[in-house]
C-alpha cells in the first residue's frame, strides 16, 4: 500500500514494455491478453486509490526519498484519484472497441494506448509542474502515434496540425516552466504557493508573466477560445477508439488550470491571487457559444460529436472560474458525465459511418441505413444526456452548475448554459433526424449485405452509456465525493501543510 501512488503510472507503463516485445513475433490475440491483463491490473490499483483516498484524504510519494526532495513529487488527493479512475473507467471501452478488429491495422497500438495512460495518469498525480511537462509529452507523444498510425489524406493532414499545435505549445510550456523557476528557485507545486504568497514586490510581475504564459499552455491543452481550431478536425478524423480516448485530453489542461490556479494562485497567494478566472470566465461562455453554434453547423456526425467536446470544455471553464465550492462540485460531476457521453458518441458514429456506406456519417445525404433500430436508440439516450434534459446525468450537473451561480452573475450565465443546451437539442435533433428518421427505405436485401453489428462494439458503447445512468443512479454519493473534492481544493493551507509535513524538510547547504 505504501508504494499505491506510483502504481497508476507503473502498470500501463510495464504493460506498453511487454506489448512492445511481444509485437514481433507473436499474434494480435495474445498481444490482446496481455493488454487486457494489464488493463485489469489498472482498474484494481485505480479503485485502492480511489477508496485510499477517502479514508486518508491525501497521499504522498517521493520517487528515491531525495533528502532534498529534488525528483518527483506525486500528490494524490480526491482530485487526482477522480481523474484517475475516469480515465481508467474511459479506457476500458475504448480498449475493448478497438479489439474488434481496428488494432491490427495500427502499427505499435497496445503499446502506445498503453503508453498514453500512463503519461494521463502521471499527469493527474504529479506534484511538480517539470514533471507535469514531462507527462504531457508522454501522454501527447503516444497520442501522435495512435492519430497517425494508418493514416492517409485527410487524417494525416488534421494530425499534422494537431503535432505542430501541441510542439508549439510545448516550447511555450518550457519558457514558463524558465521563467517561474527563475523567480521562485523551485518547480513543486507547494512549495512554489507557498513562495508565491512571500514573493517581493520585484519580482511579481515576471511572475505573472510566468504565470500568464502557463495558462495560455493549459487554455490551449484544453481548446479554449481562440486556441481550438486544431480541435474539431483532428478528432473528427481519428480512429473511432482514439477519439473516445481523446475525450479526456481536453480536460487534462483543464485539470492543470485547476491544479494550479487553485493552488498557486488561490486566495492566499497575496497580490497575485485570482488572476486567472476573471479571464477565464468570458472566454468560456464565448468558447460555449461557438461550440454550439458548431454542433448546428457540423456537416459530419463525428464534427458535431468534436464540437461538442469543445462545448464541455467551455461549460468547465465557467464552472471551475467561478472558484466557488458548489461550481467547482458541480463542475467535477459534469466533467466525467461529458467524458463518457462524448466517447460513446464517437464510438456510435463510427458505428453509423460503416453502416450507410458510401454516405459515411456525413448529415446531407438522405440514405438507408439497414440495422438502423440499436443505433438510434443508443443516440437517444447519448443525446439526451448530453443536451442536459432530464433525467440523466447531464441534467443534474448542470442543474446543480446553475444553482452555484453567484447572484450577480445569475443572468447572463444561466442564459448561455440554457442557450447552449437548446442549440445543442437542435444539432442533436437534426443529426438524428437525417440519419435515422428522414431516410430512403432501404432496398431489398440491404440489410442482409449491411455490414452485422459487433458485440464488442455495441458492447463498448452500452458500456460508457452505462456510467452516465450509474451516475443519475448514484448522483448522491457521486456529488458527496465531489463536494468533499471541492472543499479539499480549495483549503490550501492545508494542502500545503500535508507535504511540508510528510515530505523531509529542505536542507540548508554546508558552510
Known sequence: MNHLPVLPVLVPLVTGAVL??????????????????GMAALLVVSLMLFMQVQREDMLVYLLGDWPAKLGITLMVDRLSALMVLTTTLLAIPCLLYACAGWDKRALHFHALFQMQLAGLNGAFLTGDLFNLFVFFEVMLIASYGLLLSGARGARIKAGMHYVVFNIAASVAFLMALGLLYGMLGTLNMTEMAARIAVAPPERTMLIHAGAGLLLLVFCAKAALLPLYLWLPEAYARAPAAVAALFAVMTKVGLYAILRVYTLMFG????????????WLLPTGAVTIVLAALGVIGAPRLRIGVAYLVLLSAGTLFVAFSLANAGAISAGLYYLAHSVFVSAALF??????????????????????MPNKTLPAALFLVAAVSIAGLPPLSGFIGKLQLLNSVPESQTAWIWAVILGSSLMTIIGLSRSGTRLFWRIDPAPSGAAAQAPALRRSEIGATVLLLGYGVAMTVFASPVLRYTDATAAQLLDVDTYIQTLRETAPQIREPSP
Request: aromatic share 12%; glycine share 6%.
Open 20 to 37: 512492445l516485445l511481444l509485437e514481433r513475433r507473436h499474434r494480435i490475440s495474445i498481444q490482446r491478453f496481455w493488454a487486457w491483463i
Open 347 to 368: 464510438l456510435l458514429a463510427d458505428i453509423i459511418q460503416r453502416h450507410r456506406g458510401n454516405n459515411g456519417d456525413y448529415l446531407m445525404p438522405i440514405a438507408a
Open 267 to 278: 486566495d492566499t497567494a497575496g497580490p497575485m491571487a485570482n488572476f486567472a478566472w476573471d
